[in-house]
């Protein structure tokens, strides 16, 4: 399987475990289909990414500097919200960072 359908792989099922709990508290559907394009752009980024750290800490960098904005979007006024998407960006950026290096790049 070539190396980006790997990756589009992975960001769709980080963006899938992250649309799911907003589908079902009935999310506008247009914030569904953000997270799930967020997530799917994530997946590239993430893995194409060259920083001095450890690949799931690239990751989670990268995936909450990205979600604050989309974060702030989804939840206007409401703090515990933007936190509950950092939060969830740390988790699932840092397993995106984690299984991009052990599944997609090559091992030397």
């Not at 247009?30 to 194409?48: N, S, T």
């Not at 984690?98 to 090559?106: D, G, K």
Request: proline fraction near 6%.
């Amino acid at each position: 399987m070539p190396k980006l359908c790997k990756i589009l792989l992975l960001g769709l099922a980080a963006g899938i475990l992250n649309a799911i709990p907003m589908a079902l508290m009935a999310f506008h559907w247009q914030g569904v289909a953000a997270i799930l394009l967020h997530w799917l752009g994530l997946g590239i980024v993430i893995a194409y990414a060259r920083m001095p750290l450890e690949s799931w800490a690239t990751g989670m960098l990268i995936a909450v500097l990205t979600s604050l904005p989309l974060g702030i979007l989804l939840h206007p006024g409401d703090t515990p919200g933007v936190l509950q998407v950092l939060g969830i960006a740390l988790v699932l950026g840092g397993l995106l960072g984690y299984a991009t290096e052990r599944l997609v790049q090559e091992q030397p």
